[in-house]
């Protein structure tokens, strides 16, 4: 298959998709390497697709209307998954963690959890890694970018945080 014509249907892939798809099954899917992928979904990204990647796969955001808020947290490691499932249980979306480094300024990673399972796949690979989270470079202080369909919707999220001591006001 031309390049071209592989590029077209994974645009089509992506925007049919309900939920992200792995750069693994896409490169099974086309008979490529994973590499040929990263390089599709880089010339896609360059031609104006909003493509977001996500520890579950590459995503297309779909164009319903969606509320955002950068919110400010602090709190310890143990507290990650009480802090991602209140989120995700009110229906936010939480896109990325970000903490300020007094040597390389802003440091962003992606999250993009939407329900209680990638909470908990993305929680287990953590955990797995051995690494330490961000939030470990700013001693618990981070801000995080929740998506949702409603104000309202942010506004109870907020509160939850806030019910829980992680939210700074």
Avoid: W
């Amino acid at each position: 298959m031309a390049r071209e014509e592989r590029l077209k249907k994974l645009q089509t892939l992506l925007e049919e998709a309900d939920s992200p798809l792995s750069g693994e099954h896409l490169s099974t899917i086309f008979r490529v390497s994973r590499q040929a992928i990263v390089q599709d979904v880089a010339k896609l990204r360059n031609r104006g697709l909003q493509i977001l990647s996500t520890p579950q796969g590459y995503v297309l955001p779909k164009n319903s209307k969606v509320f955002k808020r950068i919110i400010a947290v602090k709190h310890g490691p143990e507290d990650i998954t009480s802090e991602l499932m209140a989120i995700v249980a009110l229906g936010g979306r939480v896109i990325d963690v970000i903490v300020e480094h007094p040597i390389y300024g802003e440091i962003r990673g992606n999250i993009n959890v939407t329900t209680r399972d990638e909470v908990m796949k993305f929680v287990t690979l953590m955990q797995s890694s051995g690494q330490n989270p961000l939030l470990s470079l700013s001693q618990g202080f981070h801000l995080h970018t929740i998506e949702a369909d409603s104000e309202e919707c942010l506004d109870k999220i907020e509160k939850a945080l806030k019910d829980k001591g992680f939210l700074v006001l």
